[in-house]
């Protein structure tokens, strides 16, 4: 499974992006997805993950009602609409595939992509 992240850039606070997330591979439809970050100096953290049906979706807390993962099955791309962004929403953001159930757990994503970076500027 292959994923790639687009969507990343420079942007005010207060302000949106869109960040997409293509899989391609034989499994890539049946699994569930996350959105991590990791910001300098700091550890990987998990941000939002949603079930392979797209019928589920997780917040960590300090996203939710700012942010809002979906999936599109068809197309096997997952998206991250990020409103009302923060400074300390700048990071790495990190897209990631589990054959299990969406999970808050690093160690459950089997895939992951090389990442798009995020800079809120205050």
């Known amino acids: 499974v292959q994923l790639v992240e687009s969507g990343g850039g420079l942007v005010q606070a207060g302000g949106s992006l869109r960040l997409s997330c293509a899989a391609s591979g034989r499994t890539s439809s049946t699994l569930s997805m996350g959105w991590f970050r990791q910001a300098p100096g700091k550890e990987r953290e998990y941000v939002a993950a949603?079930?392979?049906?797209?019928?589920?979706?997780y917040y960590t807390d300090s996203v939710k009602g700012r942010f809002t993962i979906s999936k599109d099955i068809a197309q096997n791309t997952v998206y991250l609409q990020m409103n009302s962004l923060r400074p300390e929403d700048t990071a790495v953001y990190y897209c990631?595939?589990?054959?299990?159930?969406?999970?808050?757990?690093?160690?459950?994503?089997?895939?992951w992509g090389q990442g798009t970076q995020v800079t809120v500027s205050s």
């Open positions: 949603i079930s392979w049906t797209g019928g589920s979706t």
């Open positions: 990631a595939a589990s054959p299990g159930g969406a999970t808050i757990q690093k160690l459950r994503y089997d895939y």
